[in-house]
């Protein structure tokens, strides 16, 4: 079975919600393949060992919570596409 990353991440209202959005990345990935806002009632649960994403089932090894301020996507992109042309 496929396996995805989760960890708890603060979200974009950080001082409203505090850490309470859940994020799914692919090993060795640094764009997430999904993020459930706090409000979704079907996001992952701590203690859940399964998710069902796009139709299809995954198997969740969770990560340490990141702790800081919210990173956005857009700049998760642009160090990705820097880090390929550097290289």
């Not at 079907?42 to 919570?65: A, I, M």
Request: glycine share 4%.
């Amino acid at each position: 079975m496929l396996k995805l990353l989760a960890r708890i991440e603060p979200d974009r209202d950080y001082a409203r919600h505090g850490y309470s959005q859940v994020a799914l990345y692919r090993s060795l990935s640094e764009l997430p393949v999904a993020v459930y806002p706090f409000h979704f009632e079907s996001k992952p649960r701590r203690g859940q060992k399964r998710v069902t994403h796009n139709c299809f089932l995954y198997d969740l090894e969770w990560l340490p919570d990141l702790i800081g301020p919210p990173v956005p996507v857009g700049a998760l992109r642009l160090r990705t596409l820097y880090r390929k042309t550097a290289a």
